[in-house]
């Protein structure tokens, strides 16, 4: 079964670079979700989007914004990134209740 | 608000055991849904098993199943037949009211499990 794709799996920037991160759900699933897990911790929402729509923000910085484009897949770019940022991104997709996760986006802020 | 308690941060069973893994939860939604997923070592979130607030009977999913008390506010994990693969992080989430249909996920802190021959 498809699953969801995200690209790059690993990124390294330095600090005040940008960054953007994509993400693929699996075919028919009409609701993306971005988490952040940081080192040793738990996921944290970053932002959702419903066909295309944002449906609801959690937190995510202002230097941090993502869409979601036409054929569903949704991007989530980073400016001025802090070491901070370094964490695992993780990208999710669902159609009803179930949320099925990415690979995660490692990215390294030097 | 949500919240998400995991108050395990590791446990440890021998292959072919069963495992239980605790999670509580505390919210004000009249609707929810509690959710498990598995974190290996490799980093990928692995859903596992849902279960629906409104839901009369524990999810299962082979091996898995969720032991879900909802006047105690849990919903415990239980791994049967344990195996050397099933050792990773394991972390309890739940959503918001189902008639959303947006429902961002809060996780507790996670429970490590380690499974021995």
């Known amino acids: 079964a498809a699953g969801v794709i995200q690209s790059p799996r690993h990124l390294i920037k330095e600090k005040r670079e940008t960054a953007t991160l994509k993400c693929y759900p699996i075919?028919?699933?009409?609701?993306v979700y971005w988490y952040q897990q940081g080192p040793g911790q738990d996921p944290q929402f970053l932002i959702s989007f419903y066909e295309k729509m944002q449906s609801d923000k959690g937190s995510i910085p202002d230097r941090f914004s993502a869409q979601q484009f036409s054929d569903y897949h949704s991007e989530l770019n980073m400016s001025s990134l802090e070491l901070g940022d370094s964490a695992l991104y993780f990208c999710?997709?669902?159609?009803?209740?179930?949320?099925?996760f990415g690979p995660g986006t490692r990215l390294t802020v030097t | 608000a949500q919240k998400i308690t995991q108050t395990q941060p590791g446990m440890f069973v021998q292959e072919k055991e069963a495992v239980t893994l605790d999670c509580t939860y505390d919210?004000?939604?009249?609707?929810?849904?509690l959710f498990w997923y598995k974190q290996p070592s490799s980093g990928e979130m692995i859903f596992l098993i849902y279960?629906?607030?409104?839901?009369?009977q524990n999810a299962t999913e082979g091996r898995y199943s969720l032991n879900f008390q909802k006047a105690r506010k849990s919903a415990n994990l239980v791994i049967s037949a344990s195996q050397l693969g099933d050792s990773a992080m394991y972390f309890c989430?739940?959503?918001?009211?189902?008639?959303?249909?947006?429902?961002?996920?809060?996780f507790g802190t996670g429970t490590r499990l380690l499974v021995s021959p």
């Open positions: 075919p028919r699933h009409d609701t």
């Open positions: 999710a997709s669902s159609l009803v209740r179930e949320q099925y």
């Open positions: 919210t004000s939604d009249p609707s929810y849904g």
């Open positions: 989430a739940m959503s918001g009211p189902e008639n959303t249909g947006f429902q961002k996920l809060v």
């Open positions: 279960q629906g607030s409104y839901d009369q």
